[in-house]
């Protein structure tokens, strides 16, 4: 574990000192966990890209081919009876 020093206005000092106290945390916990957990959404959502970039395009039609207009990819009348 690392010691880092952070400067919060008074604001954002008092919010943390109180979600951490309804933790059940100390303020040092909770802003750590808070950054851990960040950094996890952050590397998931790169993962998740880099996974969907990687993937071969997919095709919407046959080279040519016209594409439908806007009124027909959004027409649901045919779904419904």
Do not use: C
């Not at 400067?7 to 951490?20: G, I, K, M, V, Y």
């Not at 970039?53 to 997919?58: D, E, F, K, N, R």
């Amino acid at each position: 574990m690392k010691n880092v020093t952070i400067t919060l206005d008074e604001e954002t000092a008092a919010w943390a000192r109180t979600r951490a106290a309804a933790q059940g945390k100390s303020v040092s916990r909770f802003v750590g966990e808070l950054l851990e957990e960040r950094r996890r959404d952050s590397d998931s959502y790169e993962a998740a890209m880099k996974r969907f970039l990687s993937a071969p395009p997919i095709a919407f039609g046959e080279p040519g081919e016209k594409y439908l207009t806007r009124e027909e990819v959004h027409d649901r009348a045919r779904f419904r009876r």
